[in-house]
C-alpha cells in the first residue's frame, strides 16, 4: 500500500503463510495495515480512501461482513476506524489504472519509481 501524500509506500514478504491462502486474505491485510499506518499519523485523518483493483474488497468494506477466515481482519480494522473515529470509503480502481499501487504489490519499485519519482518504498511487518 502507499500514501500518494506522503510519497511513500510499503511493501511486506508474505512468504510465510500457507500456500492454501487466498490473495483476498492478502488484499484484506493490505487494507488493514494501511488503516493501521494512517491510525498512527500524527493527524489522524478523518477520512481515508483505499483504491483497489479487488472488488471483493469493496464488497467487504461496505457491508461490513465477510466469511470465517477474512473476519478477525475485518474486526481489527472496524476496532482502529472507531477508536480513530475515521471514515473508510474503499473504492474500485483497476489495476491498470492504480499504476504506483499495482507496481509496488508486484515488488516492481523500478515501476513504482518511474510512475511516482519521489516515492520512498519501505518494508513492513503487519
Do not use: R, W
Not at 24 to 51: D, G, Q, R, W, Y
Not at 69 to 86: E, G, M
Not at 89 to 107: E, K, R, T, W, Y
Request: with cysteine; hydrophobic share 50%; aromatic share 12%.
Amino acid at each position: 500500500f502507499f500514501f500518494p501524500s506522503f510519497n511513500i509506500g510499503f511493501q511486506a514478504h508474505v512468504s510465510t503463510l500457507p500456500s492454501s491462502f487466498h490473495i483476498n486474505f492478502l488484499e484484506m491485510l493490505a487494507v488493514c495495515s494501511a488503516v493501521h499506518a494512517a491510525a498512527k499519523f500524527s493527524t489522524i485523518p478523518k477520512c481515508l480512501a483505499v483504491f483497489t483493483n479487488s472488488t471483493f474488497m469493496v464488497t467487504v468494506f461496505s457491508s461490513l461482513s465477510t466469511c470465517a477466515p477474512y473476519n478477525q481482519i475485518l474486526i481489527s480494522t472496524v476496532d482502529i476506524l472507531i477508536a480513530c473515529s475515521i471514515d473508510l470509503h474503499v473504492v474500485h480502481v483497476p489495476g491498470a489504472l492504480n499504476c504506483v499501487a499495482d507496481a509496488i504489490s508486484q515488488f516492481d519499485n523500478c515501476a513504482a519509481s518511474l510512475f511516482m519519482p519521489s516515492i520512498s518504498i519501505l518494508p513492513f511487518s503487519p
